[in-house]
């Protein structure tokens, strides 16, 4: 992969699922905060013997981004032995945070790093509620309370 491009791409939420199940080196890297993961759920792999890297791109309640992100995640990568050229989804609630953290990790990473575009809650509809237009909860994918 060039290590000019800003990162692999946005991909829907079913794309990153059939991807995540077909590829068993596939991680699921979910920068939501600790807060968003204890009260919104957190999405689940279908093989029981992998689970969603859980690494926060911003801090609650201040929301400033962490700017060791990219060193916490490395290491947690290292710990689980994944492959460096693996590829990497990234999800957040709407796509937001989790494309700059796919931009952010693309140079540091040898596989392909995509950002999850409407990510796990989606984006609003016109009665600006979550998870109705959108994402995966909408998508019916597997999520559990943290």
Not at 34 to 52: F, K, N, T
Not at 54 to 64: N, R
Request: aromatic share 10%.
């Amino acid at each position: 992969m060039s290590k000019t491009a800003s990162y692999a791409g946005d991909i829907d939420v079913l794309t990153a699922w059939k991807a995540l199940s077909q590829d068993p080196e596939a991680v699921l890297v979910d920068v939501r905060t600790h807060a968003e993961w204890s009260y919104v759920g957190i999405p689940v792999l279908d093989q029981p013997d992998r689970d969603v890297l859980l690494v926060e791109w911003l801090s609650y309640p201040d929301m400033s981004v962490h700017g060791d992100f990219a060193e916490r995640l490395l290491a947690e990568l290292e710990n689980r032995k994944v492959a460096k050229d693996s590829p990497i989804y990234f999800l957040c609630r709407s796509g937001a945070r989790s494309q700059h953290a796919a931009i952010e990790m693309t140079p540091k990473w040898d596989g392909p790093c995509y950002n999850v575009a409407s990510g796990f809650e989606g984006d609003l509809d016109d009665t600006l509620h979550r998870s109705s237009c959108n994402g995966w909860k909408h998508a019916g994918l597997p999520w559990r309370q943290f």
